[in-house]
């Protein structure tokens, strides 16, 4: 049927650009209307989304990009309009098509004000964060990556809390120096690759084949993975991120937490390993993250655990699943980087419902107060229910999607760093230590009748709202085959790929070593043949 209807040679261009028609459409209506358009248009995107997860087949084009296309955009600069998913991208842009129409239904009784243009923000930011995931085209990347801080920055800047303002610039200024080192960097494949080739481009295709010394890669590398680093956030660059959560509305938080942080460690997995296979491998270099992945799942769960603010507790959370899936990136192996996807996706849902329910209470109380709820399971049982649930996914509960991720990237650590492997394994303990508190707190403490006795249970919309997003963590926590059996070819592709150059690389610098300590000459060899031995003792060359 999909291919009936040539699905494949249309989906993506219509996801990345059925927004833009929506965000139109929702300026052109009537103030009153924009959400339920804002929502008709979301919901279309993520109907069409849907084929995606039959149409990706990970049988074929073993660890390639399929449903690709290509169209010269700016040829003087070799950049071109070129989408494509693979195994990895597909459940970022499944998890992105889903939480905005969530979010945005989520909001109706959140926003107020200026409707139109927050929904039509709303629109922007699915826009840029699908062509984020799709694109394959560095260039293009970079516009994508750069246009979603624009309505990011709205977003929190005129519907956030009381020091929106601060949070917003403060967010913007630090993803924006970060950002102009990458472009840095960029520039520079962009003229080594036209250099080598003679052609300009921005294609990954083509910019993967670049031969880079070690020197280069590691100088590349850090530019890259520092604004990536400061996307995700990894510690310690995080302190933009509690400040943004917090004074954010309700369905910006949803959004940041759920995609936008992803953003980064999609940048680790699609450029930093294929582009510096070396510098990836090197033993410092892997040092540095995966300690500072173990420093912010500790420290930010020390900080949550004090925290008085429910909506900065969970925004702190983040900082820690992170570190998870940083350690499983760079444990390099398979468990590592597929328990690295799998934190993704389920920190995508389980901390999106969390800033769902937290927002669903501040409607109810106008507080994020941890001291001023208690007793809500004795007059909001289905709320209390939901919460848990999504709590006990988010400290990783065997049975939710939580653990599974958790579980292969802890593995992955373990096979590769056994040190860090165990420090990261405290941070399951230390998560419980935080989030299980405020659970008691708010939904089993003694009942405060004065304030609490009146607070209502879910309603419809708020059921339709938690229902997919409880469903996926119960389903990836039970039965995760389905999403690693897409994801597996792509990340075996990936670490193949940095095994092979890392191994070509050794090769070439030690095809042959002269030790001439002593009067006789040593040649250690490695796939030389004797003509080649000839030739080198027979040259001019003096060997002291």
């Not at 409707?115 to 260039?139: N, P, R």
């Amino acid at each position: 049927m999909l291919n009936f209807f040539s699905y494949n040679d249309w989906i993506l261009h219509s996801l990345v650009w059925i927004p833009i028609v929506g965000m139109v459409h929702v300026l052109w209506s009537p103030e009153e209307r924009a959400k339920y358009l804002a929502l008709g248009w979301s919901t279309v995107v993520l109907v069409l989304s849907l084929g995606l997860w039959w149409a990706y087949d990970p049988a074929i084009n073993i660890g390639g990009y399929q449903l690709s296309s290509s169209h010269s955009w700016i040829r003087q600069w070799g950049a071109s309009y070129s989408l494509g998913i693979d195994g990895i991208s597909i459940f970022l842009v499944l998890l992105t098509t889903l939480t905005t129409p969530i979010a945005i239904l989520g909001s109706f009784n959140y926003i107020t004000k200026k409707e139109k243009s927050f929904y039509a923000l709303m629109l922007l930011l699915e826009f840029g964060v699908i062509g984020v995931f799709t694109a394959l085209d560095l260039f293009l990347f970079y516009v994508f990556f750069e246009m979603t801080l624009i309505p990011m920055y709205f977003i929190v800047g005129i519907w956030g809390g009381e020091r929106r303002i601060y949070a917003a610039v403060k967010f913007f200024l630090y993803t924006a120096f970060g950002s102009l080192l990458m472009l840095v960097a960029i520039l520079y494949l962009y003229l080594r690759a036209k250099t080598l080739t003679g052609v300009p481009s921005f294609a990954f295709i083509d910019l993967f084949q670049i031969s880079l010394s070690p020197t280069e890669q590691i100088w590349l590398f850090s530019a890259f993975a520092l604004a990536f680093a400061i996307k995700v956030p990894i510690f310690p660059f995080h302190t933009w991120l509690p400040d943004a959560h917090v004074e954010a509305p309700t369905p910006g938080s949803v959004v940041l937490a759920a995609v936008l942080l992803k953003m980064g460690t999609y940048g680790f997995v699609r450029f930093l390993l294929p582009l510096f296979p070396v510098a990836s491998q090197h033993p410092t270099v892997v040092m540095i993250m995966m300690t500072l992945g173990v420093v912010g799942i500790i420290y930010a769960a020390w900080v949550a655990a004090v925290q008085p603010d429910a909506k900065k507790l969970v925004a702190y959370t983040s900082v820690a699943h992170m570190g998870f899936v940083v350690i499983g990136i760079f444990a390099l192996n398979i468990n590592g980087l597929q328990g690295g996807m799998l934190v993704m996706i389920s920190h995508g849902i389980s901390t999106g419902t969390l800033f769902l329910l937290l927002g669903m209470l501040y409607e109810r109380r106008h507080t994020r107060e941890i001291e001023d709820f208690g007793g809500l399971s004795l007059v909001a049982p289905w709320l209390a229910t939901a919460f848990v649930i999504t709590a006990l996914a988010s400290i990783g509960l065997p049975g939710t999607s939580g653990f599974v991720g958790e579980f292969l990237a802890l593995l992955g650590a373990f096979e590769s760093h056994p040190v860090i492997g165990g420090l990261a394994t405290t941070g399951v303990i230390f998560a419980a230590y935080y989030m299980l508190p405020m659970v008691q707190r708010i939904h089993f403490n003694p009942l405060d009748k004065d304030k609490n006795s009146k607070i209502q249970d879910l309603s419809r919309r708020e059921i339709i709202i938690l229902a997919p997003m409880i469903s996926l963590m119960i389903w990836i926590g039970v039965y995760p085959t389905p999403f690693l059996e897409r994801m597996e070819p792509s990340v075996k592709a990936i670490i193949e790929n940095v095994e092979a150059s890392t191994s070509l690389n050794d090769s070439e610098d030690n095809k042959y070593e002269i030790i001439s300590s002593v009067p006789e000459l040593i040649i250690h060899t490695s796939n030389i043949d004797d003509n080649k031995i000839a030739d080198h003792l027979n040259s001019d060359e003096t060997v002291n």
